[in-house]
């Protein structure tokens, strides 16, 4: 009887023990709370700014879900269809993953890329406050900021979930007064996993979407991504490269409640560099554009070319500021090109460019010696709920 009772309190101060030490190890180790995302109202982000070295640019990517005003609300699940991913889809249903929206697409090597030095996932996705209300718009796309899609590699069994470290809302007001449905423009630094897993097919999944038709809305509707990359190439020029990343809805209402339309003028600027021909008045000036937006002209492939974006190129020459590049409708289809090649599969409001740069010294707007302080800017008469501007220029400073 005795020694069933002193078994007893044995039992009971270990138990104590055990419950100090529990308490102990959650007061010292909390579990890690989320990383803080910046969640911005038409607000914008360089990841990349006033980068110097010989990198060129690169990007791939698609549409998981597309529906407006006469295209019918369509979800793709490539993933799924694709064998290649099937070992990646295997390791999510292992955490209890289920993919419900995906789409593929390849990042192809640049010539004489020899790796990847940072990437960058963007992505759209939508939230749908009940009423005009900006904080309710921030604090929804902080929740969706915080919730994570998926970046997959083909033929491996590994994936990343992905959350936004920044994420800007372009609180549109279609409607007086109410805000029937809200875009936010997102992106992410994924370069140790698109590092790890170089060239290929890429596949993201999960991102949240809202319905054309949903609360009344009937505008565009998307859920795309593009994965952005800074590649190593030894066979370029030293080169600036900068990349602007956002969200604006550039129209207002005024007093008698008439809505008011204003350009949309994007730009991203290198630092005060100066090219080669600072050193060779012949030399070519070279380097690379890229521009993303949104646009609710849809231009399917198999129907009318409707140009959208402008882009223009200036340059600081003897303190004054000088064009040097100028092209209307920038991007013809509703899909990612690169030079005149398109790179993805479905067509939606988002629709992107990647080209070189290449202007001679016979060019009539040809930069001069001393010419630096490069901008890139991208205007249209509408809005980007999602735009990305980059820019790299050959320089001859770190030569």
């Keep these: ?29 909390p579990v890690p709370a989320e990383a803080a ?18 990198y060129t640019l690169n990007y791939t990517g698609d549409t998981n879900f597309f529906g407006s005003f006469s295209y019918a609300n369509t979800v793709y699940n490539e993933m799924a269809a694709e064998s290649a991913f099937s070992a990646a889809i295997s390791a999510m249903k292992k955490k209890n993953i289920k993919v419900i929206n995906s789409s593929v697409s390849e990042l192809k090597k640049t010539d004489g890329a020899t790796g990847i030095y940072k990437a960058f996932l963007v992505w759209e996705t939508q939230v749908n406050p009940p009423e005009k209300d900006i904080e309710k718009s921030l604090a929804n796309a902080r929740k969706a900021a915080n919730t994570g899609i998926y970046l997959a590699k083909e033929g491996t069994d590994s994936y990343r979930t992905v959350k936004a470290e ?15 449905y809200t875009f936010t423009c997102m992106y992410a630094d994924v370069t140790d996993y698109v590092k790890q897993n170089g060239y290929g097919k890429y596949a993201v999944a999960n991102i949240p979407y809202l319905e054309s038709g949903t609360n009344g809305s009937a505008g565009e509707h998307s859920a795309c991504w ?41 730009g991203v600027s290198l630092g005060k560099y100066k090219t080669k021909k600072w050193m060779d008045e012949e030399t070519v000036l070279k380097g690379q554009t890229l521009l993303i937006g949104s646009s609710s002209n849809i231009a399917p492939k198999s129907g009318k070319e409707e140009k959208k974006f402008n882009f223009n190129l200036s340059a600081r020459q ?8 100028a092209e209307k409708g920038f991007i013809p289809y509703s899909y990612l090109f690169r030079d005149e090649q398109i790179i993805n599969t479905h067509y939606s409001s988002i629709r992107g460019k990647l080209c070189d ?7 009539k707007l040809a930069p001069g010696f001393d010419a630096s302080d490069f901008t890139a800017q ?22």
């Design 318 to 325: 003897n303190s004054t500021w000088k064009e040097v590049l």
């Design 357 to 363: 740069l290449w202007i001679t010294s016979e060019h």
């Design 226 to 266: 593009q994965l952005i990359v800074i590649e190593e190439n030894p066979k370029v020029g030293t080169r600036a490269i900068s990349l602007k990343v956002g969200s604006q809805f550039n129209e207002t209402w005024d007093s008698a409640g008439n809505r008011i339309g204003r350009s949309l003028e994007i």
């Design 37 to 54: 995302v910046t969640v911005e109202e038409n607000g914008s982000r360089e990841p990349i700014r006033n980068l110097t070295g010989k």
């Design 166 to 180: 920044y994420a800007a809302v372009d609180d549109r007001e279609v409607t007086k007064g109410i805000s029937d």
């Design 378 to 399: 991208m205007t249209d008469n509408g809005w980007a709920s999602l735009f990305v501007v980059g820019l790299a220029v050959e320089i001859a400073d770190c030569e």
């Design 1 to 29: 009887m005795n020694k069933r009772i002193g078994n007893r309190r044995r039992s009971g101060r270990y138990l104590a023990v055990f419950l100090l030490c529990l308490w102990s190890f959650t007061l010292f180790c």
